[in-house]
Structures are given as structure tokens and as C-alpha cells.
Nanobody
Framework: QVQLVQSGGGAVQPGGSLRLSCTAS????????MSWYRQTPGSRRDLVAS???????YYDDSVKGRFTITTDNAKNTNSLQMDSLKPEDTAMYYC?????????WGQGTQVTVSS
């Protein structure tokens, strides 16, 4: 059973920073990609960033230049560093990993950006 356990998140003022982490129960280097999604109430879950096993990286236009996705293979952890946060970044954030054709999700963590 593969598990993804999220940590981080919380509340911050506009312009602040937060770091989200997603730790896998097995070697994270075996995942085809690790991604971060976010969702607000009543809306769909939207892709924010992805990091592929070949080191390709995707960022949604709304977070380019502000968010950074990385993986620490030694810790089996993927992280999303979020800087220059805006109120519109407020959402529940989920990590997702694709392994052997199966998708696995973290439990979600709330990010609130408010003054």
C-alpha cells in the first residue's frame, strides 16, 4: 500500500511564504511524476505544479516565478515552496504521485493567505 503524507501549510499574510511537503511510503524516485493540486470549495481540483522523473517541470501560469517544486530522494519527499503568496492562493492543497499507472493522493492541507 502506497501512502503519501502531507505536512506544512497554514495561514500567512499576503507576500509571505509557506512550504508544503509530501512524503512517500516508498522510494519517491520510482514515481513517474509528483504533482501538487489545489481546490477551493465548489471548484474543481486544479494542477499547480508537476515534477517528472526525467526532471521536466510544469507550473501553472498563476504560480510561475513564485512556487518551486522539488524532490529530495533521500527523504522520499516532494516539496512545494510557495513564495509571494496572494489571497487567491488560498485553497486546500493536495499532492499526487503516479506510480505504475496508479495515482495516489495525499490527505490535503489547507493554505490560507489573508491579512
Amino acid at each position: 500500500q502506497v501512502q503519501l503524507v502531507q505536512s506544512g501549510g497554514g495561514a500567512v499574510q499576503p507576500g509571505g511564504s509557506l512550504r508544503l511537503s509530501c512524503t512517500a511510503s516508498r522510494s519517491i524516485s520510482t514515481f513517474y511524476y509528483m504533482s501538487w493540486y489545489r481546490q477551493t470549495p465548489g471548484s474543481r481540483r486544479d494542477l499547480v505544479a508537476s515534477l517528472y522523473s526525467d526532471n521536466r517541470i510544469y507550473y501553472d501560469d498563476s504560480v510561475k516565478g513564485r512556487f518551486t517544486i522539488t524532490t529530495d530522494n533521500a527523504k522520499n519527499t516532494n516539496s512545494l515552496q510557495m513564495d509571494s503568496l496572494k489571497p487567491e492562493d488560498t485553497a486546500m492543497y493536495y499532492c499526487k504521485g503516479l506510480l505504475a499507472g496508479d495515482a495516489y493522493w495525499g490527505q490535503g492541507t489547507q493554505v490560507t493567505v489573508s491579512s
